[in-house]
């Protein structure tokens, strides 16, 4: 595979042929025959962000994107794969001083709010305990703490004696991005984080996610599968399939010309705001094959509209089709 993730100076997080398997409980015919079966939930994936920079990471329900940040977050352990944060693998016995920085610097901020926050603490206790758990402060000094943040985000203070479940979704999420805030991360996994609100609060959320970054200097790895979304807040896309990358440039580029028809699908899907337009959308042919039995060749073949004889027989590699635009498809390998 083409390499598309150098690690340069200004390179925050770079993730290196990262790639997950998880096995799959054998029948007993299985077990007899000894055959074993694996979910292939991501293969070979690469890619890097530099320093303040959002890069995109979008596709259809299922197809690796969470479990890519899970192996980022250290939350699963990659089948093979390297993750460097700063230059530094954060995947191998790291001294625990040195771990315990890596773990402030990389924060995450996931889809549903109301799951990742403790109904049991206030505000004030859920935003203060990564504070408190990497002996930042007092208990005066993080109480300060909290109130900027909270103001940050843009919460009056008399929420911080309030719990969760007293909370709209989008305060419930700001508190979230808070929290996320507190050790002033050098980077933040935005899993889906406006995908559970209503429109018109996902707005608002986007918007403290843009004055946020300016800010703190941040540097976000932007999990959707909202193209419009995407397009709003991201510098860089990749797009996944079925466990891998299969095509990855900047935004610009990616929506005013499209090479894998994939990701020409997913754009053909983007509503348009519009009741005197027509959408343009094309309805995928069949639905997306199981990660346990992928299909042989190009794994996006037995839905594409262009395939050829060569698509199922051989995987294309993710190559540059033009300056810092790749993409994995025979169409533009010469085949």
């Given at each position: 595979?083409?390499?598309?993730?150098?690690?340069s100076?200004?390179?925050?997080?770079?993730?290196q042929?990262?790639?997950k398997?998880?096995?799959?409980?054998?029948s007993?015919?299985?077990?007899?025959s000894?055959r074993?079966r694996?979910?292939?939930?991501?293969d070979?994936?690469?890619?890097?962000?530099?320093?303040?920079?959002?890069?995109?990471l979008?596709?259809?329900?299922?197809?690796?994107?969470?479990?890519?940040?899970?192996?980022i977050?250290?939350?699963?352990t990659?089948?093979s794969?390297?993750?460097?944060?700063e230059g530094?693998?954060?995947?191998?016995?790291?001294?625990?001083?040195?771990?315990?920085?890596v773990?402030r610097?990389?924060?995450?901020?996931?889809?549903?709010?109301?799951?990742?926050?403790?109904?049991?603490?206030?505000?004030?206790?859920?935003?203060?305990?990564?504070?408190?758990?990497h002996?930042?402060g007092?208990?005066?000094s993080?109480?300060?703490r909290?109130?900027?943040?909270?103001g940050?985000?843009?919460?009056?203070?008399?929420n911080?004696?309030?719990?969760?479940?007293?909370?709209?979704?989008?305060?419930?999420q700001?508190?979230?991005i808070?929290?996320?805030?507190?050790?002033?991360?050098?980077?933040?996994?935005?899993d889906?984080?406006?995908s559970?609100l209503?429109?018109?609060?996902?707005?608002?959320?986007?918007?403290?996610l843009?004055?946020?970054?300016?800010?703190y200097?941040?540097?976000?790895?932007?999990?959707?599968?909202?193209?419009?979304?995407?397009?709003?807040l991201?510098?860089?896309?990749?797009?996944?399939?079925?466990?891998?990358?299969?095509e990855?440039?900047e935004?610009?580029?990616?929506?005013?010309n499209p090479?894998?028809p994939?990701?020409?699908?997913?754009?053909?899907?983007?509503?348009?705001?519009?009741?005197?337009?027509?959408?343009?959308?094309?309805?995928l042919?069949?639905?997306?094959?199981?990660?346990?039995?992928i299909?042989?060749?190009?794994?996006?073949?037995?839905?594409?509209?262009y395939?050829m004889?060569?698509?199922s027989r051989?995987?294309?590699?993710?190559?540059?089709?033009?300056r810092g635009?790749?993409?994995?498809?025979h169409?533009?390998?010469?085949?």
């Open positions: 595979m083409t390499e598309v993730a150098p690690i100076k200004s390179t925050v997080l770079s993730v042929h990262l790639t398997h998880f096995p799959v409980s054998k007993v015919g299985e077990f007899l000894r074993s694996v979910i292939r939930a991501v070979d994936v690469s890619f890097s962000i530099t320093q303040g920079m959002t890069l995109g979008v596709g259809e329900s299922g197809c690796g994107k969470t479990t890519t940040a899970k192996m977050l250290r939350i699963y990659p089948t794969g390297e993750v460097f944060f530094e693998s954060v995947l191998g016995k790291l001294p625990q001083l040195r771990k315990r920085a773990h610097n990389i924060q995450a901020v996931f889809q549903d709010p109301a799951a990742s926050l403790d109904p049991r603490m206030t505000v004030g206790q859920i935003i203060e305990e990564p504070l408190a758990i002996g930042e007092t208990g005066g993080r109480k300060e909290v109130m900027q943040l909270l940050s985000v843009g919460l009056r203070e008399d911080y004696h309030r719990f969760a479940h007293e909370l709209s979704g989008g305060q419930q700001r508190v979230a808070a929290r996320a805030l507190a050790l002033n991360p050098r980077l933040i996994v935005l889906e984080p406006v559970a209503d429109m018109s609060v996902r707005a608002q959320i986007l918007n403290l843009r004055d946020l970054q300016r800010t200097k941040l540097t976000y790895l932007f999990i959707s599968h909202d193209l419009s979304v995407v397009k709003y991201c510098d860089h896309i990749a797009v996944m399939y079925l466990g891998e990358i299969v990855i440039c935004k610009r580029e990616l929506f005013s090479l894998h994939y990701t020409k699908a997913l754009l053909d899907a983007v509503p348009i705001p519009d009741p005197t337009k027509r959408s343009k959308r094309k309805a042919a069949r639905a997306i094959p199981s990660p346990m039995n299909p042989v060749g190009c794994r996006f073949h037995t839905r594409c509209p395939a004889d060569v698509c051989t995987e294309p590699r993710l190559l540059e089709f033009s635009h790749f993409v994995s498809c169409l533009y390998q010469g085949n």
